[in-house]
């Protein structure tokens, strides 16, 4: 679904719609797995930056990572579900705006993990704009945005997205400066 959701995203967008599954089966299938991949990523990648095998330092940067993807996935899916009412969007089901969130965060968390193992590849990481996209083709097929209000989502959830795990990482470095590898 990813690859679908980065190269067809309308087309993604009616096949999630069209899905029945529950926010559990979407969680543990394809949104846990694909950031412990992340994580996974983080891990074995630590080992290769410096040349150096160091554990301390992997098993710290798989945490920051774990955390940063998880507490930003769910601080955007809380952020997505408050925007929801501040617009008086239809959908008011928070399971709805987490699997929402999901499929758009999926892309960060893919990004993440390649970067992970592979840090001279910087330059993918402006692939997250792409997320402002792939918010955008949502309206028609799983979204119902009223016109008028579609910009102003697309822009809020887009920020919302691609930010919160850049909030949770900095956050976790401001108030444990020790996690920071050298």
């Excluded at 996935?73 to 709805?96: E, R």
């Excluded at 960060?108 to 001279?120: C, K, N, Q, R, S």
């Excluded at 028609?140 to 990482?169: C, D, M, W």
């Amino acid at each position: 679904m990813l690859l679908l959701l980065s190269a067809q995203p309308a087309k993604a967008w009616s096949m999630i719609a069209d899905k029945q599954e529950s926010n559990d089966e979407f969680l543990s299938r394809f949104l846990y797995p694909l950031i412990g991949t992340a994580t996974l990523c983080a891990f074995v990648g630590s080992f290769f930056k410096n040349g150096e095998t160091n554990l301390q330092d992997a098993l710290k940067d798989a945490t920051i990572i774990l955390t940063s993807l998880f507490g930003g996935f769910y601080m955007a899916a809380f952020m997505m579900k408050q925007l929801s009412d501040y617009l008086m969007l239809p959908q008011n089901n928070i399971g709805f705006y987490q699997r929402y969130t999901g499929y758009c965060f999926s892309l960060i968390v893919a990004i993440t993990a390649i970067l992970e193992l592979f840090p001279d590849f910087f330059f993918l990481k402006i692939g997250e704009l792409y997320i402002v996209y792939i918010i955008f083709e949502s309206h028609g097929n799983f979204l119902q945005v009223e016109e008028s209000k579609r910009v102003r989502f697309t822009v809020i959830a887009s920020l919302i997205v691609i930010a919160s795990p850049f909030i949770i990482e900095t956050l976790l470095y401001k108030l444990m400066p020790g996690m920071r590898s050298i």
